[in-house]
């Protein structure tokens, strides 16, 4: 059962995080940047985020083989050079620990986009990961399919 309510018990709060999700929709892709909020959202263990970010990249056009994919994205042969370095970025904000984000990821990240890019990417990185954050700490669950009828 959800605790709480975030966007009602903190609506100012919430739509700044909202805000920082149309800033990313404006900048990056929608494919890559739904790639982004599911890896992000695999390895926060977030199943609301999986949920929502699988069924918003199937309504995109998103492969299901891509998305099964995304969870071993190192060993799978279906994404892009800029794909896999998205990807790798995504693993090392969301897994930032002591060492920060690598030289070698920053770099070919850096090979691929401008300053700019790779600012716009690290934003919609930390907005994933702050509503993988209120949607785990929350308890926020996704509802079943079957339940919705929807797919």
Known sequence: MQRIQLEKVAPEAHRKVVDLFLYSQANIETPLLNLIMLRASVVNGCAYCVDMHT???LKAGESVQ???A???WKES???SEVERAALALTDAVTLIGQDGVSDEVWDDARAI???KG???LVMAIVMINAFNRIA???RKTPVPARLTGHV
């Open 77 to 79: 042969p279906f994404f």
């Open 113 to 115: 986009w401008s300053e």
């Open 136 to 138: 785990a700490s929350t």
């Open 55 to 57: 069924r918003d990249a």
């Open 118 to 120: 790779v600012a716009d």
């Open 70 to 72: 995304v969870s071993v």
């Open 66 to 68: 891509r998305l099964f």
